[in-house]
Every structure is written in C-alpha cells, then in structure tokens.
C-alpha cells in the first residue's frame, strides 16, 4: 500500500492485539494494554513525552470500517501511550494504580502533540499483509530476516572502544580464524573476560603489550603480538576457558604459563617503538595467514508457511494423531489459520492423552460425592511435563509450555487454545500459531521422540 501520516484521534487500538485477550472496544483495549504493560507503559509515555515517537520506526495501520479511522497493527503501546497524553481526562477513567496516573498527568502537562503528529505510519491492505512483517519484528532472529539483538561485541563498540575490543578485532581481521571461530566471536563472546585479563599488568608485560590512553599498544612485530591474542581469543570463544577460571591475578598468570612455544611471543624482537594494535594492517606482517576455509554454502530457506517447520519430525505411532501431524504438516498458515488452530489445540490434547495412559496417569480424577471427572487440559500437560521430568527430561525445555498454563497472554496459552475452538470473535493470526508451536515442539518431541 503507502506511507500515512495520520493523526493520534484518527488511529484506533486494535483489538485483537496479541499482547491481550481479545478486547470488546477501544476502552477495553486500553485497559487491557494498561494491565498488561504496568509501569513500562507509564515509562513509554513520559519518553513520548520528552522525546517525541522514535524517527526509526512507523506505525503498521489496517483501514477501520470507521470512515476515515485505522486500525494500529503494530504501535498499540505508543498510540495508547500518545492518546493518554493528549487526553489526559482518559486517564482518571481507566483503572491503574494512582502512583501511575500522577505520572501520566504530570507528563501531559510538558506534551505537545505538535512534536509527534501526523504519526509515521504504513498502511496494508489486511491483516494477513501485516502480519507477516509483525512476526518477522516480535518472534525472534528468523535466521536473519527478523531483528537480530546485538551481541556484547557489539554494544562495545558503540558505546566506545576499550583494549579488549581492540585485541578482538585485531584477531577478527589478522589472526586467520575460521568460520565457526568467527560465528562465536559474533555470538556471546565473553568481552568482560578478555577485557579483565588485558587490565592486569602482569599478563600484559608477559605477552609484550601496554595500555597507552586506552589504546593496547606493543612494540612487538605483528607475527610475535598475534599470537597470544589469537590463542585467548580462541580460547575463551570455544569456551575452553571461562570467567571462573579467569578471576584472580594468579589463575591468569597460571593461565599464560600453560602457552606452547607456539603460542609465546618472543619478547627479544621488540623494535623499541610502541604501536597501537589498531593501526596494523595486513601489509605489516611478514607472512600472510593461511586463508581460512570457505565453508559450504547452505540452500537459503524459505519463508515460514506452515506451523510445522519441516525440520521437525515426530515418531507418532497412534494413526488418528499421526494423520493431524500431517495435516498440521501442509496446511497453509496464510489460508488456514481457523483450520490449523483447531487442529494445533485438538493435536496437543491427544498427544498429552496418549502419552499419560502410556505413562500410567490416569486422565481422570474423583471427584466429591464418588463422581469421575475429566482432568483439565492444563493440569494433564503440568502432569505430563512432571513425569517427563521424572524420567530424566530437563524442566526448562518445557519452559515455553509451562509459561503457557500461567500467563494468559502467552503464544501457548490453553485458554487461546480453547479460544481457538469455542470464542466466535476470536480469530487466531499466523504469528502467534508459529510462535505457540515453536514454544511447544520441544514438548512434543519428548512425547513422539
């Protein structure tokens, strides 16, 4: 569709909102998003503000069957958050605790609505449109198509260059690492670790480098300076040493003691002239690293289009759940999402059915007066993960499901579940279905291995 530039009265909550239940209106909503969201909203409103709506990021808006409104697919919290300050009298209509409406109320006072109207927003042609690109922004990395959180490495960088992300960086480009060592060093690499041992003199003066203004410099050949640095840097990716093994002063200098001659550089080859390790490039060393390997190239995936990733296969042995399976399988998340919410619901109960009786559980409880009832699907699931715990399973695979039984507004929650089946108005979208499975196939896995 097109760019809009709207105004704050002419955008409406949507209230199908996967933050909350489904909401009946707009006060509603907002009641909803306030009890959901607490002090964060509050926080919100006071940056809108001070600060005005982020310049990096659009409002996604779906035309309202209200002449000339929208409908808010992705913003709900900065639009709530803006509609409250421009109209603080909402404020004392909504329930929330009274610390919380000061703070709104005061934080009206210094808003002007000049700042952030007409609001940055981007119009779809329906839901299914929006969806996609809501997934792609709230339900993690995507292999790369979603936002992809940054790493310690790179929260250094921006906030400023100490001595470890130097060492770092001077291994990434010079030290020839590989592929793999690389993907580490781009993950969680241990920076604090690196950065604790570059603080200490002693390991310093052993390894031939000095701390010159917050630049690590040394006076070494670049062949002699890259190898310790290439050695820890290794290390401490390939977790061969952690930050246990790394605290004191003595395990460190224990720690540089263990370098092979390979790994030592020869201290009787310093020129005399300290040099910032920032400064070398690759025309400074003598020989050249040995290229590293070039690992294959993978076939790129597709997009997501069912809730069933293809990678995942499930040993089921009972036919009628075997059939759902493949029917969750192949049908299309973008024309079947009524169909595949049916099916996800009715699938997980006869799973959890299935492998209780197996187990000895019975599905069934006494209830007061000699009567038989049927155990609650909730409480068959909290059993089933208790007695997978039992037999040697680890309690945290199952935290996605188990986040499910307690928060209503959970991807897996069995009340969405339910909703799925027996709520008329309540339409499931394709970003939740993928996120609830995912959230779930863990669980799965254990009961179909």
Known sequence: MAAKSLKIDSLELDLENPRITLASDQRDAMQKIIKEQKVKLI????????????????????????????IVLEGNRRILAAKLLKNPSLVDSLEMPEGHKKRLQKAALTFDPKKIEPVD?????????????????????????????WSAVATARFRGRDAALQALDFVGQHGGITEEQADLIAGKFPLTTLDRLLSTPAVR????????????????????????????????AEKKKTVSDLKSKDQQIAYINEFKASDRPNLSLKTGK?????????????????????????PKAGPRT???????????TTAKIEKIYGELRILQLAKHVHAIGVLLR???EMSVDDYLTKAGVPLTFQAK?????????AVKVEEAIDHMVANGATKKD???????????????????????????????????LVTGWDNAQRFFETIWP
């Open 398 to 432: 199952f935290k996605g499901v188990l986040a499910g039984l307690k928060d209503d507004h959970h991807p897996f929650a069995i009340d969405t579940l339910h909703a799925y089946i027996h709520n008329r108005f309540f339409t499931p979208t394709e970003g939740n």
């Open 121 to 149: 927003c981007y119009e779809v042609a329906d839901r299914a449109e929006g969806v996609e690109w809501i997934r792609r922004r709230h339900t993690g990395e995507d292999e790369g198509r979603g936002i992809i959180p």
């Open 369 to 377: 007066g000699g009567h038989t009832g049927d155990k609650k699907l």
């Open 346 to 348: 009715v699938f997980l």
């Open 274 to 298: 300290l040099k910032p390790v920032e400064k070398i490039s690759q025309k400074d060393f003598t020989a050249k690293p040995a290229p590293a390997p070039k690992k294959p190239k993978q």
């Open 205 to 236: 003066k052993s390894l031939g480098f000095e701390l010159v203004d917050g630049k690590l410099e040394t006076e070494l050949p670049p062949e002699e300076a890259m190898k310790p640095l290439r050695r820890i840097v290794v290390d401490l």
């Open 306 to 316: 069912t809730v069933v990733p293809k990678s995942c296969k499930l040993n089921i």
């Open 43 to 70: 926080n919100l409103a006071e940056s809108i503000a001070d600060k005005g709506l982020s310049p990096m990021d659009r409002c996604l808006v779906l035309r309202s069957p209200s002449d000339g409104r929208f």
